[in-house]
Structure formats: C-alpha cells, structure tokens
C-alpha cells in the first residue's frame, strides 16, 4: 500500500503501458480475451485515481505526490510529476473515460490487438500532459498522445466518403481526416517547441515551478539575444507561439475545423476520447502553462483571446445547426461548449486575482469535466444507432422514439446535458462562466460585457441544434423503414456505457461542491 | 419534523415519482399513475400544511419560513441556496398544490385509463379508439405512464421554483419546466404539428431565458448574491443598484434597471408576452392537462410570480406616483399591449383551446401592467385567482374536447374536428356537469360581477391603473370587455343552443376523474375572490386578507389603495356590456354558418384569425435567416470554403513546393546527376573493374604476387 502511495502518479502514468505490453504477448484471435484485458487494464488507472483523489488533501495548496527524478541531465529537464485540483480533475476525466470507451469499443472486431494497444498508449500519452511538471516532459507526452490517435483514425475510422482538396485530387476521409488532425497539431507544436526551448535555456530549467517563478519576471534573454528584439516583443511572440498551439487544440475559432473532420471519422471510442479528453488537453495548457507563464501578456491579449472564443460559441453553434449528419452535430457542438473554457479563462487573465476571475475559472474547469461527460455520451449514443443504421444522416432517421424507447430516452437525456439543462452538470459550469464572465465585464465595464453578451447568441442556438437532433433522430411520424428493418434497442453493454456518465452528470449537476471545492481551491492558488 | 424540512421536502414527492415511473413501473399504467398521483397528494399535503403554519404566523413576511445551505464553493464566498416561505410563496404553493393535484387526478380520465388499447394506436399519437363488441370506444394513451412521469418532473420543477429562497434555484426549477413543457407539448411527436410546436415553445421561451441568464449573472455579480432577502431586506444594496450606472453608463441604465429589464425579458418569454407570446397557442398540441397545468396555471405564472418576486429590484428608486423604473415601463407597456393584443386575437379563433390560449396570454399581460404601475397586490391576487379559473377552464375544454370525441367515435366520421367550437353546440345537456363548471370558470375570466373570483381581482387592477395610470386603465378596460365578449361567444358557441353536428349531438360526460377536478377549481374560482375584497366597499366588515397578507412579503408596507366607486361600476357594465353582446351575437349560429363577425370586420377579421400575421414574420425574419447562416454562411461559406480553402490552400503551395522540388531539382539534379551520376560512375567503374573477375586461379595469383611484390618494394624503397 505504501508502494502504491508513493509513486501513485507514475503507477496512473504507465499502468496502461503496462497494460499494453501484456495484450501485445496475448494470441491475436482472441478477441474477447483482448477486450476484457484492455478493459481490466484500464480499470487499474481509474481505481488509482479515484485513490488519488481519496489522498488529496484539499487544505495544502500547491503541488501534491510529487515525484522528482534526473531525466535528461544535459539539459536538466527532470521526470517531475504532480498533481493540484485542476490536473487531479483531469486525470479523473482521463482516468475515467478510457474504460469508458474500451467498453465501447467491444464492437470493434478489426485488428482488436492493435486497436486496444493504441487506445492504452493513448491514455497515458494525455494524462502525462495533465501530469507533467516539466516543460520539456509535458511537450514530450504532448506529441505522444497524437500518434495513437492519428492511427485510430486512420484505420479504424470510418469508411465511406471522400473529401476533395483541391479540383481534381480526392482523398479518402479518414485519410483527410487523420492527417489533417496529424498536422494541424504539429504545425501547433512547432511553434510551442521553440517557444519551450528559448524559455528553457534562458532560465536553464525546464521545471514548472521554477518557471513559475522566474519566467514571468525575468528581465533579459541570457544566452538568447534573437534579432535584439526586446524582451516584450520576444515574450510576446512566445506566448503567442503558446496560445496558437493550445488554442488549435482546444479548439478555439478559427482554427477548429480539423475537429468535425477528425471527430466524424474516427471510430466511435475514438470521437469519444478526442472530444472528452484530448480537447482538454489545449484549455489545460492554458490554464498549467499559459496564465502562470505569462500573466503579462495572457492580461494584454485576454480581449482578442475572448473574442475568439466567442466567435466559437457562436458559430460553432450556428455550424451545429447547419449540419445534417449527426456525428458533424455534435462534433460542432464540442466548438460551441469548449468556446465557455476559453471565455472564462481569458476573462481571468483579464481580471487576473479577483472573485469574478475565481468564478470564471471555476467554471472553466468544471466545464471542461462536464464536457467531457457530455460529449462522450453524445458520440457514443451517435455510434450507437450509427452501428445499427449504418448511416449518420438525420434525414434518414425521423420517428425512432417507439422503435426504441430505452436508447431515446437516454439521448433526449444525454442532449439536454449537452444543452445546459439546469438540474445536469452542463449548466453549473456554463453558469459560473458567464458569471464570471460577465462579472468581469460589468465591473470592470470591459469588452467582456459585450463577449457575454454575444455568446448568448450561441447559448440560444445550443437549443436549436440540440432540439434539431432529437426532432430529426427521435420525433417525427413513425418510421416504417426502421420499423421493417427490427432496429434494435441500445444493449446491456451499451446501457454500462451510459450509466457512469448518466450518474456523474446528475450528481455534478445536482450537488457539484466534491469537485468544486477541489477546482476552487486549485483556482485560488493560482493566482 | 420542522416546517423548514417540511419545506425541502416538498418538491421530492414528484421527483421521485418520475424516477421511479421512468426506471421501474413504466410498463404497469395503474402503479405509474398511483405513484404519481400519490406524489402530488403528498406534495400537496405538505403544501398544505406549510400554507396553514405560514398564515398562522404573525409578520410572516419578517420572519418567514428559511433555511440555507452551502451549494457551490466558488470564489472566496460560497454559494448558497436554501427555502423560503414568505406570504408570496405562501400563496403561491396554495395554488401550485391544488391546481396540481387536480390536473393529476383529472389526466386519469383524460387519458382513458381503464379502456382498452387501441385497434392501431401507436406511441406518438393520440388514441384513436377500439373496437369493443362492435362499437368504437375510446382507447387508453399507448405512452400513459411517460406521461405521468413527465408531469411528475413538471411538478418537481414548479415546486422548486415556488420555495426557491434565490434566483439560481428559482432558474433551475424555471427551466426543468421549460423542458417538461417541451417534452409534453411533443408528447404526441408522431405529430408534425406537435414537434414543431415543442420546438417552438423551446426556443422562444429560450430567446427569453438567456436574457434572463444574463440578468441573474448581473445580479450576483454586483451584489454577490441572489438571494431574496439579502437584496431586498438590504436598502443599501438596492439603493447602490440603484444608482451605479449599468455598463459604464453606456445605455443609460442604471445597474437595477438594466438588471431588472433582462429578468423581465425572461418573463416575456415564459409568460407568453408580447413579442415572444407565439409559442402558446401551438403549444395547445400537447394533451388538455398539460395546457391547463403548464400552459395556464403554473408555468406560465411562474414567469409573473418571478417579477412578482423580484419587484423590490425592478421599481428599486421608485417612489409611489413619482416616474416608473425602465423595468416598470417595459412591464406597462408589454403588460397593456399584450392584454388587449392577444385579446383581439382570441375573438377570431374557432379552436376552444386557441381561445383560452389566447386569453392566458390576454390575462397574464393583465397582471405584468398591474405590476409595471405599481400594483403589487393586485398582480398577486389576479395571478392566483387566474390560475383556479384558467385551469379550471382548460380542463372543462379538455371534458367538453373528450366528450364530442366520444360522439366522433360514435359516428366514424373522423373528419370532424373536436376542437371547433363551430361543431358543437347544445352541449348543456349533453354534459352538465362541464357546462356549469365551465360557466363558473368563464363568468370568472370575464369579470362577471360580485360572485365570481376573477371580478375581484381584474377590479383590483383597474382599480389601480384608474388611480394610477390612466392610459393603462383604458386599454385594460377595453381588454376586458373584449374578453367579455370572446368568453361568451365560446360559451354560447361550445354549450347553447342547439347540436351543430352529429358529433355534438353524441357528446357524453367525461367519467368523475375528470368532472371532480372541475367542482374543486370552480370552487375556488368563486370562493378564492372573497379573500380580497376592497375594505371600502363593504366599509371594513370584511377584511381584505388578501392584501394584508401578502403586502406584508415586502419590506416596506404598500399603502392600501384609496377605495374608488368609480372604477368598480366601470368594470361591472364592462363586464355584463361583454357577455350580453358576446351571447346576442352568437346566439343563433347554424351548422355551416361563418362567424357572424367575419363580414363586419372584414380584412381586419383575416388579421385576427391569422394572428397578425406573427408566425409568417418570424419565420421570414428570424428563422429562415439563422437556418441561412448556420447551413450556408457558416458551414459552407467560412468552414468549408475559407478556413478549409485556406487550409487546402496552403497544403496545395506545399505540394507544389514539393513537386518542384521533386521533379526539378530532387529528379535532375540528386537523382539524376549526383543520385543516379555517382551510381552510373559507381556502375560503370564495376562494369570495367569486372572485366578482372575472371575466376582463373592462375591470373588471381599473378595479380596477388604482383601486388606482394609492389607492396614489399614500397615499404622497403621508403
């Protein structure tokens, strides 16, 4: 036990690799024997974390389970992990959401060896991001996480359709789809890695909390003089080179258009991790990275940044309406929700210190949870009448509701999570934002009253798009098509899937104070 | 057990009704409906109870019933939330618990509980009948235990609204019911008309709700707080409110103005106002109790119970007869305009639920003027007494629409549609019990002098518009007779003279878990005005209860209104003026006759019936728009065709970089010359090096000794 409590975080850190290597001496064509081990694999992790979080003492600011050790000493960037209320949040999502999706991913039958191997190294790939306190060792695990994923959607997405990229020269869509995903990240990471590596010889540490405290004070470029550009402008291009990486993650306007293409075409597991998990990777960097290092200039570009998240709230919404392929629906949707942490950070950064700031954050971290419970829900309720149909075109669907009662149930639930229903986790977070949001705004009378303002627009048309899915899947005249066709109602082992989320977005929605006091307390150290 | 705890309890009957209905009894109609009926009795018990201890108590309104508890740890000040039973929520949860337990009891028989299922009834579609012994009988509702279930969630959410001590909780109940009233508008979503009409509620009430969003978002963040009681038993707070210029002054608001407009607008939308009021007359498609519950009685009011409730905030820097608030202004003005404006509309329709859809939206505007002037008590009291009449008059339509289903049943001829009022006629006869009750109701609605609730509070309301604001007296005035008139042409229309039709002339009595309900609610439809009868006119003999009561939930005590004479002939002539020209008109319509106003209005007749023409200008200006953007400008034009094409584009100049640099450089000059040149001097040095491969022995040695030999000489002549 001792054991386990003291190098807890790099058990949750390579529990899955472990995991992996045991599935790669396992017999390929033992499918069911694949799964169930992929799925006990993942378990171990999830039970860590929820020990982790059992461990975590909420009254010590700062770091927890720290764990130190010489890594690349030529450099002296070190393997330093730790976890305070915001990364212990995420690691619970991580944690909790990859046995999730294993169990969805039981349908899978294609290369269920290789599939299952990706998925556990995918996992530990983010929860290093959210892990890391090294500069150097969170951009490592930060490029670990997109090979997985590139090949999930690659092999295993989806095989119809094509995209054109130019007059004459097409292109399968999950090849689209992958590389896109593939190098719009890295074209990201490029920018971040030069960002990293000036930071790290300047101050000549990769150390997070040595960072912290040296970096957004430091008043010359030692040993870097690039151009004698001053150290405002080199600082600020830095923090650029950091937000444009996080923000194509996130993402935020306009950089999000890999996103429906990426979501769409993978596998439905995958859709479910990407838009649960990976997308938190980008509002994480902000929020471990962003708002420490560069409280100066995350302060004098807060207003542009809010516009941009604004302008996803927006038009993701307005995107998400204009769709008609289901899986696309809620693919937007994940622009339109993400778009709240992104206004809510940048209105802390703007009020950096003060209560309207604190609440902002609350908020932008509780949502970044709850979307993660929400949009796994929805992708994988997509997957599931996606495996049943084999189309994702509303217009094909229409009149489900009697044919299967459980399965509507359970989206018109999951939807009215997505939507913000008050009652469901969705609404707390989406609340505190806009309060925060707004607080900013009004007393301080800054541009961030007109951002909330305008997001509402988006917030209307959240309903819109949530209500055209549910008319367009479930309501409508009967549909003897289906009816003829014996579509089957969602299954036991579908019903598992749904259960975690379902009770989670219920219990944050009705009594969210466990996770909020651990957000809250996080949040106010931060600053 | 503390009334406090009582008062936390109360929501959780329904709530845990509609867990369990969904989870475990959905498919036994009797357990689903027993539990939920049973859910409302205790609720209603409970609300009881707490009604009795709360006029027990003296001041109430200083001491009410509160308890809080911490709820969310943000920020440096956690959140809380809590309940509270001052004389508004008092009142408030006599209503709620009655109206509620009735439209339980009264849905049994709606949906035939105890008939046989359907010969083709399918979920998503309202029963159409079975074939029992050779005749048609009505059928049981294929989905009746996912009624009861989402009724019960609607309870749960008014509920939690009516004991909400803070705006937060009060939003959350407010929006549970939003989605309760789409689900059960869209109960019948086989429907197309259904199904667009639950989205239409959906996002109209939405327009309003995030407007209402923002304001309670301002609201903590100026104060800290949402609770009641902290914000209106703090002057200093409101007076800070204000004064602070809202947005740095931008629009010329004050913080407490524009804070008070955009709660107000969240009113608009759920309370059915003007210009948000279109979703209520299409959200008639839902089944007859959930109109009456939610679209007359409870919903809907809870948008006036919420300025109600924030009223210390809206009039903040008011002082009685000096100039209005903004948020008072907009609520006078919509208020007024709305009463007389949907007033008109109801006189053209011929749907008996389109008619008193139109009259809630008529009725409720009453009570925002009242409030907008000024009238606290008196919005109060019409809210209450509307929502006995008004739920009692949508039931008798559901009884009166069910009775001559029977009698389309009984024909065959499916062609005839129930709700028109011009296919009935004579149903007096037919269905006593509905037409006494629907007669107490509508004589309510109309004002009908002295016995009925509704003359003692719409006479409030004019009373004090005609001290107060004479403009608004007028056109109140004028909407009163107006729904004179429109509540005796239904009345004559549906229950006077004779059958139009066969079908009306079959009508039978709805069973008595529908007629029961009825006797309840026109009990307190006459009973519940003499609470608040004006002292002045019976000279102190009776109290007015209701005004002492409920004045007493604000912090400073409203004057007692001047008792006028006036004001009070007016409304009683206005009244009889309505119903006798109401009942003279439409006295002899035959079967196949038009409306008898359609020529003598004309083009005006065409507005009306096609309600202004809202739904087609909407539809032209808002929703084909958005659809536009969001299918074309954002998804084609930005997504696809900009970023995507500036996307492809830079992936195009790569791989054309590419190509260059393959097949111009890359293939002449590294493949070509240096790649396959040093291959083909690497190739060609092989080809003449083989020649000495010969693989005679003989020649290897020569060239080995010749070599030793060199080597040697090399070494040794160094």
Not at chain 1, 408 to 425: D, K, Q, R, Y
Not at chain 1, 477 to 503: A, D, F, Q, S, Y
Not at chain 2, 162 to 168: F, P
Not at chain 2, 346 to 368: E, F, P, W
Request: net charge negative.
């Amino acid at each position: 036990m001792d054991f386990i409590l003291n190098n807890l975080l790099s058990l949750i850190l390579f529990v899955p690799v472990l995991a992996a290597a045991v599935l790669l001496v396992l017999p390929n064509e033992e499918k069911t024997l694949l799964r169930w081990a992929a799925l006990i694999g993942s378990l171990f992790p999830l039970a860590l974390s929820l020990t982790l979080w059992a461990n975590f003492d909420n009254s010590l600011p700062g770091f927890q389970f720290e764990v130190w050790h010489t890594w690349y000493a030529a450099l002296n960037s070190s393997y330093h992990l730790g976890v305070d209320g915001i990364s212990l949040t995420m690691v619970l999502l991580t944690t909790l959401l990859t046995p999730i999706a294993i169990l969805a991913s039981f349908g899978i039958t294609d290369r269920v060896k290789a599939y299952m191997i990706l998925f556990l190294l995918l996992e530990t790939g983010m929860l290093g991001v959210f892990l890391s306190l090294d500069l150097l060792l969170f951009f490592v695990f930060w490029e670990i996480g997109l090979v997985p994923m590139y090949f999930l959607i690659n092999q295993w997405g989806s095989e119809k359709g094509e995209r054109e990229l130019w007059p004459g020269v097409k292109v399968a869509a999950r090849t689209y789809a992958s590389f896109k995903f593939m190098i719009y990240t890295m074209a990201g990471s490029l920018g971040l890695l030069l960002a990293i590596q000036m930071i790290g010889v300047t101050v000549g540490s990769y150390d997070l909390p040595v960072l912290f405290n040296l970096w957004p004070t430091i008043a010359e470029l030692k040993g870097v003089g690039p151009m004698g550009l001053p150290i405002e402008t080199v600082k600020s291009i830095a923090f650029w080179a950091f937000a444009i990486a996080f923000a194509i993650k996130v993402p935020v306007w306009p950089f999000h258009t890999w996103l429906p293409d990426a979501h769409t075409e993978a596998p439905t597991a995958g859709s479910m991790i990407l838009a649960g998990v990976l997308l938190k990777l980008g509002a994480y960097g902000f929020l471990r990275l962003v708002l420490p290092l560069y409280p100066v200039e995350a302060q004098r570009y807060s207003g542009p940044l809010a516009f941009l998240a604004m302008m996803a709230i927006i038009f993701g919404a307005f995107a998400a309406f204009g769709q008609n392929d289901f899986k696309r629906l809620v693919a937007y949707s994940s622009v339109n929700h993400m778009g709240f942490v992104v206004l809510g950070i940048a209105a802390a950064a703007y009020a950096a210190g003060g209560n309207d700031a604190a609440i902002a954050l609350n908020g932008a971290v509780l949502q970044m949870f709850n979307h993660g419970l929400s949009a796994a829900g929805m992708f994988f309720l997509v997957g599931v009448i996606y495996e049943r149909t084999h189309t994702r075109d509303l217009n094909d669907f229409g009149g489900l509701f009697p044919l299967v009662p459980v399965y509507g149930g359970i989206l018109v639930f999951t939807s009215m999570a997505s939507l913000g229903l008050p009652g469901l986790n969705g609404f707390i977070s989406e609340f505190l934002v806009v309060r925060g949001v707004w607080g900013v705004g009004v007393n301080n009378w800054s541009g961030f009253a007109l951002f909330t303002a305008l997001s509402m627009i988006g917030l209307l048309f959240t309903g819109a798009y949530i209500l055209k899915g549910v008319k367009k899947v479930l309501h409508g005249p009967i549909n003897h098509h289906w009816e003829e066709h014996g579509l089957k109602e969602i299954g036991v082992r579908e019903i598992l899937v749904m259960t975690p989320l379902i009770v989670l977005i219920v219990w944050i929605g009705v009594w969210p104070a466990w996770i909020l006091d651990v957000i809250n307390k996080a949040v106010m150290a931060l600053f | 057990m503390t009334t406090e705890t009582l008062i936390w309890l109360l929501p959780l009957p329904p709530l845990a009704a509609f867990a369990l209905i969904v989870l475990f009894t959905n498919r036994s109609k009797a357990l689903s409906h027993s539990i939920a009926v049973a859910a409302a009795l205790l609720s209603w018990l409970g609300s009881m109870a707490v009604f009795i201890q709360a006029i027990g108590v003296e001041h109430l309104g200083e001491h009410p019933f509160h308890s809080v508890l911490e709820w969310l740890p943000v920020g440096d000040k956690p959140f809380e939330i809590g309940v509270l039973v001052d004389p508004l929520s008092a009142v408030t949860l006599f209503f709620v618990g009655w109206t509620v337990l009735m439209i339980f009891i009264y849905s049994v028989g709606y949906h035939n509980f105890g008939q046989p299922a359907g010969d083709h009834d399918h979920p998503g579609l309202p029963p159409h009948g079975a074939t029992v012994h050779g005749h048609t009988v009505p059928s049981v509702e294929p989905m009746y235990s996912r009624f009861f279930a989402f009724i019960a969630l609607f309870a749960f959410g008014m509920y939690t609204l009516v004991v909400s001590d803070n705006l937060l909780t009060l939003f959350v109940g407010w929006e549970i019911m939003g989605l309760c009233s789409y689900l059960l508008i869209g109960f019948w979503f086989a429907k197309p008309s259904a199904r667009a009409a639950a989205i239409k509620a959906f996002m109209t009430t939405r327009v309003g709700d995030v407007f209402m969003l923002m304001g309670v978002a301002y609201l903590y963040a100026a104060t800290g707080t949402l609770s009641f009681r902290e914000i209106f038993f703090n002057e200093e707070v409101l007076k800070h409110l204000a004064e602070t210029p809202a947005l740095g002054g931008f629009l010329g608001f004050s913080a407490a103005g524009l804070i008070g407009v955009l709660l107000f607008i969240g009113t608009i939308g759920k309370s059915a106002q003007w210009p948000l009021h279109v979703w209520l007359p299409d959200a008639m498609e839902g089944p007859t109790p959930v109109s009456a519950m939610i679209h007359a009685a409870t919903m809907v009011s809870a948008g006036v119970y919420m300025v109600i409730r924030m009223f210390p905030l809206l009039s903040a820097g008011w002082e009685e007869g000096g100039p209005l608030t903004p948020a008072m202004t907009a609520m006078a003005f919509i208020g007024a305009l709305t009463a007389l404006f949907a007033a008109t509309i109801a006189l053209a329709q011929n749907d008996i639920k389109r008619v008193l859809a139109y009259s809630t939206i008529s009725q409720l505007g009453y009570m925002i003027a009242a409030l907008g002037i000024g009238a606290y008590v008196a919005a109060a009291f019409h809210l209450v007494t509307h929502a006995f009449f008004k739920a009692l008059l949508f039931l008798g339509s559901g009884s009166v629409i069910h009775g001559v289903e029977h009698g389309v049943l009984h024909t065959g001829n499916h062609k005839v549609d129930p709700q028109d009022m011009f296919n009935m006629g004579g149903l007096r006869k037919k269905m006593p019990v509905t037409f006494w009750t629907f007669l107490i109701g509508g004589f309510a609605l109309s004002g009908f002098p002295f016995v009925t609730a509704g003359f003692w509070s719409k006479d409030e309301i004019l009373a004090d518009a005609f001290a107060n604001n004479l403009p608004v007296f007028l056109v109140l005035a004028l909407s009163a007779l107006l729904t004179a008139f429109y509540t005796m042409r239904q009345i004559t229309l549906t229950f006077l003279g004779e059958p139009r039709t066969k079908e009306a002339a079959h009508a039978q009595e709805t069973p008595w878990t529908m007629t029961l309900p009825l006797v309840v609610l026109s009990v307190f439809a006459i009973g519940y005005g003499w609470v608040g009868i004006p002292e002045g006119l019976t000279g102190g003999a009776i109290p007015n209860w209701f005004h002492e009561f409920v004045a007493g939930t604000l912090p400073e005590h409203l004057p007692v209104l001047e008792f006028n004479i006036l004001p009070m002939l007016f409304s009683i002539v206005i009244a009889l003026t309505g119903l006798g020209c109401g009942y003279y008109v439409y006295r002899n319509v035959k079967a196949g006759d038009p409306d008898p106003l359609q020529k003598p209005l004309g083009m005006v007749y065409d507005w009306l019936k096609n309600k202004y023409y809202f739904d087609q200008l909407y539809d032209r200006i808002f929703i084909q728009p958005s659809i536009w953007v969001s299918e074309v400008f954002t998804t084609l034009w930005v997504d696809r065709g900009l970023i995507d094409g500036i996307l492809h584009g830079v992936a195009r100049i790569s791989y054309s970089v590419g190509g260059i640099l393959r097949n111009d450089f890359d293939l002449p000059v590294i493949n070509q010359f240096i790649g396959d040149g040093s291959a083909k001097v690497v190739r060609s040095a092989g080809f003449e090096l083989r020649k000495v491969q010969t693989g005679r022995i003989q020649q290897y040695m020569v060239a080995a000794v010749v070599f030793a030999v060199g080597a040697l000489a090399f070494f040794l002549l160094r």
